[in-house]
């Protein structure tokens, strides 16, 4: 429990200065290793700190809320299949 608590306060006090790349495999592994679903908050306020409408997603600008969503949604069925929970 300690171990969770430290590596997700570490993530939300880095979070402004972590690439977008590293911020989703922290969120992965914190997710994997800890069941940390409290990332997706991480997800949220990356958006609000670096997000830009993107003619890509047709101007949706919460693109890493909707990736630690889906990493979160993909890990746990991946955990529950592997019997890792």
Request: charged share 10%.
């Amino acid at each position: 429990m300690m171990a969770r608590l430290i590596c997700s306060g570490l993530f939300f006090v880095l979070l402004p200065f972590m690439p977008w790349w590293m911020m989703l495999a922290a969120v992965a592994a914190l997710i994997f290793f800890f069941g940390a679903y409290e990332t997706m908050l991480g997800g949220i306020a990356f958006d609000f700190l670096y997000s830009v409408p993107v003619a890509w997603f047709f101007g949706f600008e919460f693109f890493y809320t909707v990736a630690c969503l889906c990493i979160g949604g993909a890990l746990y069925v991946l955990k529950e299949r592997l019997l890792l929970s």
